[in-house]
């Protein structure tokens, strides 16, 4: 029982982790909250599905490709729609999810609603631990998690790109002023931002099937995972992610499964009541109340 | 400049909406307008968006297809033809009121003036309420999507008002008696004791679990838990390794959500020693075996009613699947729903026959002829009791019937219950021997 | 390109606009009409519309109860944003008073004449005291907070069984005919279109004014801004709690998604489309969005896609929203002045 709860917590604190990393990395580099979050996450998914099954690609190949068609996805709902509302920001809130409904709802009109999308795992097969069998893709996807929590933080504290990245978030003004062109900065971090989802639903896709409704779930998960970490920080996100996973698998086991999701709301609402800035979030008093 | 020129083009494309809408609006009406008998008109309201709702409308227009090849349905000394008109009402999807999906169901029937409305709405609350609207509207209403057993307790409290409803689908308590006629046999068969049901939370499912958990109390079971899971829950871990270490012999899944093939996935990667005797919507199609790459392998899985899959006892089922996939081609047929397609190319014929007996459009007259329903059809013999669901059981000839398959290797579906429609035993699968 | 480069757009008051805006004296019909006009033909339109139930049919008439609903949920929404608290969870609001009046129906059986004013004060209440706690925060922090309240009240009542679980409460009393229904509610919205315009322009709605902009001089003025923002999202909450109670007696159902996210997020839409701070904006949005959506039927499953692909445009393209640009052209017209340019 114990050893599946560690186990199994630190798998769903994975999943949790990488489905909101990309959100969280878009909102703490150019401050907007990318609401068609969900619908890149979940339109990447087909886009694998798409490669793999209609066109025959390699698996290497296809998700490759996957990841790159997503960024410029991100990048081009960022110059098309974002960067004219940029500012205004119930516009931005407003305006990103007329595009992931619309990205979500043409998939449904698409007729992807049938059962038969699925995306291949990496590496077949179960391995014991202390009497518990995990999958194969359950372990890549505690791997991938933790190499892109370690790259991006490598990425966002020493890269010259990324520290300028940082700068446009902390204050725009003086980035501006210091020659950082803000949307490009901007663009950049959506078509990052939108990668690491193409990412996340490529590893994390496999587990079951693919289907429309999981965009708007996903969605809500990366905004509690953010939210409860701090809006900025990758190291809050981690946290963040461990406590709702575990939060979540403890429930699921000590008490009854229907709690589960409560758990994670309760946190969230709590968090935000407490501690606005999240747990892990820098102290911003005068911002975020009076 | 630039911002005044992307205004203009957006005012354009706003101008020009509802210029396209009158062009569409215009073009349905006009098919109203055709030579001839004036057509039966009969609405499909429902979620198009889901695959038991596009299903269930293409077998209406498959049967309404064949009778109107024959003619159409006399009704007075006219052969008159039936025409389908069809509305989405997003009831499956998330974020969606109640009053959107009835605001589609009036829309249909103020506007297209439908004689009868089939299938019928998605989600059992929507039902629920969606049975004033009818009552109101006096359109004979026959449902097969939503199956909650409140529908016959609200009908049984004011029969005269609701006595245009009736349901051709399966409702929870079948489903409850089907299941509990499995266990029985498993229990005999492989001498199973031990059951863990794992459920959605929604109505139907809720009631299926707490009706299964009464059945396997009474009948001497040990249930080791029942575990309810939100809508999109995605991990089944809890569940899961509470039945391995209860020693669960057999798991219960009860889902019709896309995230339940995780939790057949994932009891597989666990290798939990225990045989699934349920229903889950994503492995009930033909192509489940290709979508779960053979994880599915051993689950016996219920079809609601017959007619996704050819049952050789019952004749209707196996020319209902040939005619299907003619039409629509073979790959559509394998990826048939487990629940809605049969009851839906059923209800056609069902309306069409007591039309006829009644002699008129007449909704009270349909209603009675209705009632008095005794016919042959895809899901077996078919009739109404006297809360207006159609009648399940074990033999064709007699009722309704509902099936469960159980997933072979090479990936095939074998028809194991009941027992006029199997065609092979159930067995258990590697993992469990 | 070089001679329009010479120009640049000047923006002038109407002559009409400078003579009824400050001098209370009225010189002429004309300036009466100017004043009155507008408002004249939107109450008119709305009293006439329920009239017309043999033209529009009864279809139509429901799609009018609905955007009523929505406009009241948006007003709401509006009057919070004007006290600088942006709600993303209208929800919160709309399945209280839904909950509120189912239970007071089904379980002691009052009359919706009783159970909808009791619903609206009692959700109003509930909502303001479940509120209290966080009316501190600022920004997104508060929106966050009330995207999620809504979520969790549904979840709590899915798994705790409590008021119907996931059954929901049916078979409630429902309203007389259409027409008297729709009455009340276009009245209830009017009322509180005007009712908050007029509580704008008091010194009590200059405080609200206030805090939105500048919270912190506020509190150096000696106000008590908690207690500000608490009656603020009270009269908030009050129209947005009565379109629920209202709601569920019309539909004589209420269940889960009474809680769901269109209640949030199409009043939102409606505001930000109609233009915020101006409760006839927030009112036209709605207007504008719901009809649209229904108009949208005839696409089936495409419909959502284009849906929001239109309210992205309106978002995109006229981001002051579509009153503040309509009362621009009403106020104001424009000219090319000519740049003088300076010498060499």
């Known amino acids: 029982m114990t050893s ?216 809500i998960m990366a905004l509690a995972v953010t939210v409860l970490g701090g809006l900025e920080s990758i190291t809050g996100l981690v946290v963040g992610a461990l406590l709702l996973g575990f939060a979540r698998t403890v429930t699921g086991t000590y008490f009854d499964p229907k709690w589960m999701e409560v758990v994670y709301l309760i946190a969230l609402v709590l968090v935000l009541a407490v501690k606005p800035s999240g747990l892990f979030g820098k102290y911003k008093e005068l911002e975020e109340r009076v | ?217 009474a009948n001497g079971w040990e249930v080791v838990g029942r575990d309810s899971y939100p809508t999109g829950a995605s991990d089944f871990s809890a569940s899961l390794t509470k039945a391995k270490n209860g020693k669960a012999q057999i798991i219960v899944p009860i889902f019709d959500m896309p995230q339940s093939g995780i939790l057949l996935k994932q009891a597989r990667s666990m290798q939990v020693p225990a045989l699934m005797v349920g229903f889950i919507s994503p492995a009930a199609p033909g192509s489940g075996w290709k979508t779960f790459e053979g994880a599915v392998d051993g689950l016996v899985n219920f079809q609601f009613e017959i007619g996704p899959m050819p049952v050789k006892s019952v004749p209707k089922s196996v020319e209902f699947n040939q005619n299907y996939g003619k039409k629509y081609g073979e790959e559509m047929r394998l990826k048939l729903s487990g629940h809605g397609p049969g009851p839906a190319y059923d209800s056609v014929y069902v309306l069409a026959n007591a039309i006829e007996r009644a002699g008129s459009l007449n909704a009270d007259a349909v209603v009675k002829a209705l009632e008095t329903t005794d016919m042959e059809g895809v899901i077996g013999k078919i009739k109404f009791n006297d809360k207006h669901q159609v009648i399940y059981g074990v033999n064709p000839q007699e009722t309704a019937i509902g099936s469960a398959f159980q997933w072979k290797a090479p990936g095939v579906r074998v028809p194991v219950f009941p027992e006029v429609a199997a065609e092979a035993k159930t067995e258990l699968p590697a993992y469990m021997k | 390109m070089r001679i329009q480069a010479g120009f640049r757009k000047e923006r002038i008051d109407r002559g009409i606009k400078a003579r009824t805006d400050d001098i209370f004296a009225i010189a002429s019909c004309r300036e009466i009409l100017y004043l009155v006009g507008p408002r004249f033909l939107l109450i008119a339109a709305l009293l006439i519309f329920p009239l017309l139930k043999s033209i529009t049919g009864i279809y139509w008439q429901n799609v009018l109860m609905i955007t009523a609903t929505i406009a009241l949920l948006a007003l709401s929404w509006d009057l919070l944003h004007s006290v600088g608290l942006v709600s993303l969870g209208q929800a919160l609001f709309f399945g209280a008073g839904a909950y509120a009046t189912g239970y007071l129906n089904s379980k002691f059986g009052w009359s919706p004449v009783l159970a909808i004013p009791a619903a609206t004060l009692l959700g109003a209440l509930f909502s303001t005291a479940l509120l209290y706690p966080v009316l501190r925060l600022r920004g997104i922090y508060f929106g966050l907070i009330t995207f999620a309240v809504p979520m969790l009240l549904m979840r709590i009542i899915e798994a705790t069984k409590i008021l119907g679980g996931t059954e929901g409460i049916s078979g409630l009393t429902p309203l007389p005919g259409i027409t008297i229904t729709l009455y009340i509610i276009i009245a209830v919205t009017l009322v509180c279109v005007y009712g908050y315009q007029r509580l704008f322009e008091t010194d009590y709605g200059l405080v609200f004014k206030a805090i939105r902009d500048n919270d912190r001089s506020v509190i150096a003025a000696g106000f008590n801004i908690q207690l500000f923002k608490a009656q603020a999202v009270f009269l908030a909450a009050l129209p947005a709690t009565f379109a629920g109670a209202f709601l569920t007696h019309h539909y004589q159902f209420v269940g889960l998604p009474a809680f769901a996210m269109d209640y949030s997020v199409l009043p939102m839409a409606s505001v930000i489309i109609g233009g915020p701070g101006s409760f006839i904006g927030a009112m036209l949005g709605a207007f504008i969005v719901v009809p649209l959506s229904e108009f949208l039927r005839t696409f089936g499953t495409l419909r959502i896609v284009i849906y929001s692909l239109v309210l992205l445009v309106f978002v995109v393209g006229l981001p002051q929203g579509l009153f503040h640009y309509l009362k621009r052209k009403y106020d104001q017209f424009e000219r090319l002045v000519p740049i003088e340019e300076v010498e060499k």
């Not at chain 1, 795992?121 to 631990?129: C, N, P, R």
């Not at chain 2, 109640?98 to 009868?116: G, S, Y």
């Not at chain 2, 019928?120 to 009818?134: H, K, N, P, Q, Y």
Request: hydrophobic share 50%.
């Open chain 2, 1 to 217: 400049m630039k911002k005044k020129s992307l205004a203009l083009i957006m005012t354009l494309l706003l101008l020009l909406m509802p210029l396209a809408l009158a062009g569409c609006g215009g073009q349905s009406s006009d098919k109203g307008a055709q030579n001839g008998p004036k057509p039966i008109v009969i609405g499909v309201p429902t979620s198009l968006g889901s695959i038991e709702g596009a299903d269930s409308l293409r077998a209406v227009e498959l049967a309404v297809e064949e009778i109107n090849a024959k003619g159409g349905v006399p009704v007075g000394g006219e052969k008159r033809p039936l025409k389908v008109v069809s509305i989405d009402d997003r009831g499956s999807e998330p974020g969606v009121p109640v009053h959107d999906a009835l605001a589609a169901l009036e829309k249909m029937i103020t506007e297209e003036k439908p004689d009868a409305i089939l299938v019928g709405t998605f989600r059992s609350e929507v039902l629920l309420s969606a049975m004033d609207l009818i009552a109101k509207y006096k359109i004979p209403y026959i449902g097969s999507i939503a199956m909650t057993p409140e529908f016959e307790k609200k009908l049984a409290g004011d029969p005269e008002k609701y006595k245009y409803n009736f349901r051709m689908g399966l409702n929870a308590v079948y489903l409850v008696q089907y299941l509990g006629k499995t266990m029985e046999f498993m229990g005999k068969e492989f001498g199973f004791k031990k059951a863990y049901i794992v459920n959605q939370d929604v109505l139907w499912a809720e009631g299926t679990a707490k009706g299964l958990t009464k059945w396997f109390e």
């Open chain 1, 4 to 219: 599946s709860v560690l186990i199994f917590g630190l798998v769903n604190s994975a999943i949790l982790m990488l489905t909101a990393l990309g959100f969280s990395l878009i909102f703490g580099l150019s401050g907007v909250a990318n609401l068609a979050h969900g619908a890149i996450y979940l339109s990447s998914g087909y886009v694998a599905w798409i490669f793999l099954n209609s066109l025959g690609l390699p698996y290497f190949l296809a998700v490759p490709l996957t990841i790159v068609a997503a960024g410029l996805l991100g990048a081009a709902i960022y110059w098309l729609v974002i960067m004219r509302v940029r500012g205004l920001g119930l516009s931005e809130v407003i305006a990103t999810f007329a595009v992931g409904v619309a990205i979500l709802e043409f998939f449904r009109w698409m007729g992807f609603v049938t059962y038969e999308f699925n995306l291949p795992v990496l590496i077949k097969g179960s391995l014991d631990i202390s009497g518990v069998s995990v999958d194969y893709q359950r372990l890549v996807i505690v791997g991938v998690g933790i190499l892109m929590a370690a790259l991006l933080w490598l990425f966002a504290h020493h890269t010259k790109i990324g520290l300028a990245l940082r700068g446009m978030a902390q204050d725009e003004y003086t980035a501006l002023s210091l020659g950082i062109d803000s949307d490009w900065a901007a663009a950049l971090s959506m078509a990052l931002g939108s990668a690491i989802a193409a990412l996340a639903a490529v590893v994390t896709l496999p587990l079951g099937i693919i289907s429309i409704n999981l965009g708007y779930e996903v969605l």
